[in-house]
């Protein structure tokens, strides 16, 4: 595609919920990542894939929360037992290759969680 | 661990105007990377600039341009001539040289308005 696709959007989830959120990164991207924005705060990291290997998970704040990417193209993070503090923009970004590199990052829209 | 400080929340600007915003960053690192992301109310981060820690030149892209120190460990940026289009919230972000991930290190972000 032409950009870094995220959905849904926006995610609205009672508390306790399980919520998958999806992101669709440029076609022939190596690297694929996830971020956690809070309200009024810059990203923070979660996650890091490296084509379908999951190399770099110390970002994850609990065991609730699973990324993969089985194909080395699509990306799914799932939140299990949603709580009020998971609410945040998760962002998703992709770039062309592997680390060692200070290549750009391109990003997608976010999807914006709010866990009632 | 490395940490990125943006102390002003907020910064306003007239069009046509230069406006310079800051970061500070710690790290024991002597390689390493720093980035400004600009994101619009769309989300999506867009890279603005960038600087390898190993050259002394400070980079330059059209109206952007960096004041990299360092000793002080200071990475400010300018925008000459500013236009509407810049109003958005500008991150600063740190990344290691090499590693085993692409991982960046935000700041908190400074919301930028430009009045016309």
């Known amino acids: 595609g032409a950009g870094v696709s995220q959905s849904p959007r926006y995610k609205v989830a009672k508390r306790g919920q399980d919520v998958a959120l999806r992101c669709d990164p440029i076609s022939g991207h190596v690297s694929l990542f996830w971020y956690q924005q809070a309200l009024g705060q810059g990203p923070e990291f979660l996650t890091y894939?490296?084509?379908?290997?999951?190399?770099?998970k110390s970002g994850l704040p609990s065991d609730r929360f699973f990324a993969e990417r089985p194909e080395g193209s699509v990306s799914t993070l799932k939140i299990q037992r949603t709580q009020q503090e998971d609410s945040a923009v998760y962002l998703c970004?992709?770039?062309?290759?592997?680390?060692?590199?200070?290549?750009?990052?391109?990003f997608g829209s976010g999807t914006q969680l709010s866990v009632l | 661990a490395q940490t990125v400080t943006q102390s002003q929340p907020e910064m306003s600007v007239q069009e046509a105007e230069t406006v310079t915003l800051s970061c500070t960053y710690d790290t024991s690192e002597s390689d390493y990377y720093l980035f400004w992301y600009k994101q619009p109310p769309s989300r999506q981060m867009i890279l603005v600039i960038r600087q390898e820690a190993y050259k002394q030149q400070n980079a330059t892209e059209n109206r952007f341009s960096v004041n990299f120190q360092k000793a002080a460990k200071s990475f400010s940026l300018k925008i000459s001539d500013s236009q509407l289009g810049d109003a958005a919230m500008y991150f600063c972000a740190y990344k290691d040289y090499g590693g085993a991930t692409n991982k960046l290190i935000f700041g908190t972000g400074t919301l930028l308005a430009v009045q016309p």
């Open positions: 894939f490296q084509n379908e290997a999951q190399l770099d």
């Open positions: 970004a992709s770039s062309l290759y592997g680390p060692g590199r200070a290549e750009k990052l391109f």
